[in-house]
């Protein structure tokens, strides 16, 4: 029996040394929480039929009205009821097709009832519950419900519910459910939506290209397993007490989070780690070094605490754990010294098992599952970053999402585009300083700007997050394109100052739901102008940054013909010939002419290196206003080369073929038009099958 294994290799403690200190930084952080936070409070009392899978659990509300207009109703979401037909809006969505979600006809349906429901005086509200379908309309999705109040919610007053509800967990997808006896229990209870006082309740439907979004509050679940399984949940376990019939009752407190999820399993297929993250020994010098000067703070205001860190790994991947460990210490020293602190004092990873991908790559407050397969032991597997990167990206969401809680119904980059530029960029650190030395590749931004390149119309970032032409189009829109738009702000505005606009937002942000007005806010104050013109276009517009090298031509200054004004009368010039360009003559004057174009629609300042055939460059930046500009020259040397944008700034311009001009380009090199239209050939080929 291998459950509760401590991993001897590594300084394993089930309450970190440091535990007081780590508590004493999460007041200090949350004191500067709004008034309104912690206004959803649950307590639930739920217990596993590892059997039939199914849930049955006692739940406790206590939800504050953060807002100054009154409510006289309160809606829930019932998730889970998203799996209970083919008919419902998430399962229409997923149209047969596959991407996280795994459907066939051998699966368990998943489901939420709802049985009791009373206010704390004891005012049954069952009878007016009534299920609601605020976005399409779909007689047969009941993820909404809608309850009127026997009185108005004042700003500020509280009222308690009282619940009782069984659900059947389905078989593992979109982040929840089982697959024999692993259960990954995501958004499996009645959940308060998020009430925005005069626009009313935010509560969509579970879509297939959504997340979520709720209020900030303290949890208190007790969760009763089988005896001898393992269990790993959201929080920090506070009682763990024998019960009759050969289980136990395990309960996890949580403080100012907005979800609660858990794992659990039998101890022949999943064990527990238990690990710590100890700063003084995790976080690499030279990333701290890096920090304080980006940030212009010191060491000691980049202090971070221990914690612990523990994990849930199928028993056959236990050769993978130093890994897994050394990615999650990895993950926790970059985004504390770039964004803050991590306020809780434990962290838990699930690596689900093989069979249970769906529930791998997942986010939920202090609890995150990654992925990752006992081939990834062996050479050519190990080589591979997949470990690393599905680490960081989860980890990351702590941040954006855990911690910020923005809306990913309505900005879902937001959540999953920051999130991304930041596990592109530590990844770029670990790669770059050779922390870990099994990776062999990495493509940093080459995968998200080649999607990019091949994206069958133009994209527009900004709207509902099911409202995309197909979901490949969330996820390109929401991820990877965000993560290049942040890239190429990054460009303009200087890593320094990008690095304290994100830290800045999320000090700023912290609890307090933010919205894409607040990011771009935030970072045009760091970098001392207004970001506002760059961000319209980049996420709320389709438009594609594209600009190019017209036409170059160099020609020999012409004697002149005609008349000249003497002073007292027009005198004719006498013409000898036209000049020969190539002729070599006493002086080496070139009229030299250069002319830029910008053939996509989004318009912005872009740099442009001029090289001489003296070996000297200089460099011009053109502010991209007109569709195109001439620059003429004077000068006694040739140009030999010109570049648009030779840093790469623009990361959003993906046809980049013609941003390069040479006067004799190398003979292997193919000529700039026939570069475009192979690239063109291809993007029509894409087109046809995409």
């Not at 297929?269 to 238990?274: A, D, K, P, Q, R």
């Not at 000067?293 to 205001?301: D, N, Q």
């Not at 985004?335 to 098992?353: A, K």
Request: glycine share 8%; aromatic share 12%; charged share 25%.
């Amino acid at each position: 029996m291998r459950a509760g294994v401590r991993y001897t290799s590594l300084v394993v403690m089930r309450v970190p040394r440091g535990l007081g200190w780590c508590l004493f930084a999460s007041a200090l952080i949350l004191c500067a929480v709004p008034a309104w936070a912690g206004v959803a409070d649950y307590e639930i009392e739920v217990e596993l039929d590892p059997a039939t899978h199914r849930l049955n659990a006692t739940e406790k509300i206590r939800w504050t009205n953060p807002t100054d207009t009154p409510t006289a109703e309160i809606y829930f979401h019932l998730y889970l009821n998203a799996f209970a037909s083919s008919q419902t809006t998430f399962m229409r969505e997923v149209g047969g097709q596959s991407l996280r979600n795994l459907v066939d006809g051998s699966v368990d349906w998943g489901s939420t009832r709802i049985d009791h429901l009373t206010t704390g005086e004891g005012v049954d509200l069952l009878p007016v519950m009534e299920f609601v379908r605020p976005d399409d309309g779909d007689p047969d999705d009941y993820t909404v419900v809608r309850v009127p109040l026997p009185e108005e919610i004042q700003p500020g007053s509280s009222v308690e519910l009282e619940i009782h509800f069984e659900a059947q967990l389905p078989s593992i997808i979109a982040r929840t459910g089982h697959i024999d006896d692993f259960h990954l229990v995501g958004q499996w209870f009645p959940k308060i939506a998020v009430f925005e006082g005069a626009d009313g309740w935010n509560s969509h439907q579970f879509h297939a290209s959504s997340e979520f979004f709720a209020d900030f509050g303290s949890y208190r679940v007790a969760m009763t397993i089988p005896e001898d399984w393992v269990l790993g949940a959201t929080g920090v376990e506070v009682r763990n007490t024998p019960v009759d019939g050969g289980r136990r009752t395990v309960v996890h407190r949580a403080e100012r989070v907005h979800d609660f999820a858990w794992c659990a399993a039998p101890p022949d297929l999943m064990e527990v780690v238990e690990a710590d993250f100890e700063p003084g020994r995790d976080v690499p010098p030279a990333w701290l070094a890096k920090a304080r000067s980006r940030l212009g703070l010191s060491a000691a205001e980049l202090e971070l605490p221990p914690m612990t860190i523990r994990l849930l790994v199928p028993v056959v991947q236990h050769r993978l754990v130093p890994r897994m460990v050394r990615a999650a210490r990895l993950s926790v020293a970059w985004f504390g010294l770039h964004y803050g602190v991590f306020p809780y004092p434990q962290l838990t990873i699930v690596s689900p098992p093989r069979g249970a991908e769906e529930a791998g790559g997942m986010e939920y407050p202090t609890f995150i599952t990654t992925g990752a397969d006992r081939l990834d032991e062996y050479v050519p597997f190990s080589w591979s970053s997949d470990i690393e990167v599905v680490t960081v990206h989860e980890f990351g969401h702590q941040y954006f999402q855990g911690m910020l809680a923005s809306n990913e119904f309505e900005e879902a980059w937001l959540d999953e585009g920051l999130t991304s530029y930041a596990e592109i960029s530590c990844m770029s650190d670990i790669i770059d300083d050779r922390l870990i030395p099994e990776i062999r590749s990495y493509p940093q931004w080459g995968s998200q700007r080649l999607a990019l390149r091949y994206s069958a119309v133009p994209l527009q970032i900004a709207g509902n997050a099911w409202d995309y032409r197909n979901r490949w189009m969330y996820f390109l829109a929401s991820y990877g394109k965000t993560a290049v738009v942040m890239r190429t702000a990054e460009g303009l505005i200087g890593s320094d100052a990008m690095a304290r606009g994100l830290r800045a937002y999320f000090q700023r942000y912290a609890f307090q739901h933010p919205t894409g007005g607040d990011l771009v806010a935030t970072l045009s104050e760091t970098a001392g102008y207004d970001l506002r013109g760059f961000f319209d276009q980049a996420i709320y517009s389709d438009a594609i940054p594209d600009w190019g090298v017209l036409e170059v031509r160099h020609r020999r200054p012409a004697e002149a013909e005609g008349f000249t004004w003497d002073g007292s009368g027009w005198q004719p010039e006498e013409y000898s010939g036209a000049p020969d360009d190539d002729a070599a003559p006493d002086d080496e004057s070139w009229q030299v002419e250069v002319v830029l174009v910008r053939r996509g629609d989004f318009v912005g300042p872009v740099e442009v290196e001029l090289t001489w055939d003296d070996g000297s460059t200089e460099r011009r930046q053109w502010d991209g206003s007109e569709r195109w500009v001439r620059w003429r020259f004077d000068e006694q040397r040739k140009l030999e080369q010109v570049v648009v944008d030779p840093d790469g700034v623009w990361a959003l311009e993906t046809l980049r073929a013609d941003n390069y001009w040479r006067e004799s380009p190398a003979r292997t090199d193919p000529p700039l038009w026939w570069v475009r239209e192979i690239l063109g050939l291809m993007d029509r080929l894409f087109l046809r099958f995409s």
